[in-house]
């Protein structure tokens, strides 16, 4: 299984609402990341977890709250998002950085597109 | 100047076609990427490579680390293989540098 799935693919919320994007791999793999990516223009990374520890949070707003509950799911919670975070959400994971295994190889999701009205 | 840069940014191609996607970077990588991205937004790794040559199947990524420089061919294009071809690099850790991609339209 090379799958990384992601839910929903499709989310419409209001400003005051509050959401949250998952994120599920069953590769074994124990880094997990979270890209943004507007209409053509690449992903942002917004945040990685290593061993289901936040090491990397590239200075994102705290209305986007992730959490990595164990080490194949990470979710993206969403609360009080601006109509100019609509975008592609893209979850991606890896062998962890600095192992033996790691190869740097990312495995992509689906993405989950975000409206924001 | 982007530390990742990609030429062209649009093509458009008739089906059967030889494509070239060069991508050229001014940073000291680990590794470089070849992502592939249909309108529907999931992102697919077509290859990976620090050095050297590789193929799958119609396509063949060469990199030349000397020039920091990379290219993804496509033999006998498809209209299937309409995409955003993406360069990426690896420079530390975990971290991608992604250039802004290359829109490719094969036509029947």
């Known amino acids: 299984d090379t799958e990384v799935t992601q839910t929903p693919k499709h989310l419409v919320m209001g400003m005051t609402n509050k959401k949250s994007l998952k994120c599920e791999q069953h590769m074994g793999h124990r880094a997990m990341y979270w890209y943004k990516q507007k209409a053509k223009k690449p992903p942002e990374l917004m945040f990685v977890?290593?061993?289901?520890?936040?090491?990397i949070n590239e200075s994102v707003p705290s209305r986007f709250s992730p959490e990595c509950p164990n080490s194949s799911l990470l979710n993206l919670h969403l609360h009080a998002l601006q109509p100019e975070d609509s975008a592609l959400y893209l979850c991606?994971?890896?062998?962890?950085?600095?192992?033996?295994?790691?190869?740097?190889?990312?495995?992509f999701g689906e993405g989950s597109r975000l409206t924001v009205l | 100047k982007n530390e990742v840069e990609q030429s062209p940014q649009n093509l458009t191609a008739q089906e059967g076609e030889f494509i070239t996607i060069n991508c050229s970077y001014s940073v000291g990588i680990s590794a470089l990427h070849w992502l592939q991205q249909h309108p529907g937004g999931g992102i697919v790794s077509l290859f990976m490579l620090s050095s050297g040559k590789k193929k799958h199947g119609r396509l063949i990524a060469t990199i030349n680390i000397q020039e920091k420089h990379s290219s993804l061919h496509i033999t006998a294009s498809h209209p299937r293989d309409s995409a955003v071809y993406i360069c990426?690099?690896?420079?530390?850790?975990?971290?991608?540098?992604f250039g802004e991609g290359t829109q490719l339209t094969v036509n029947p």
């Open positions: 991606a994971s890896s062998q962890a950085p600095g192992t033996g295994q790691y190869t740097g190889e990312l495995f």
């Open positions: 990426a690099v690896g420079t530390s850790g975990s971290r991608l540098t």
């Open positions: 977890y290593s061993y289901e520890k936040l090491s």
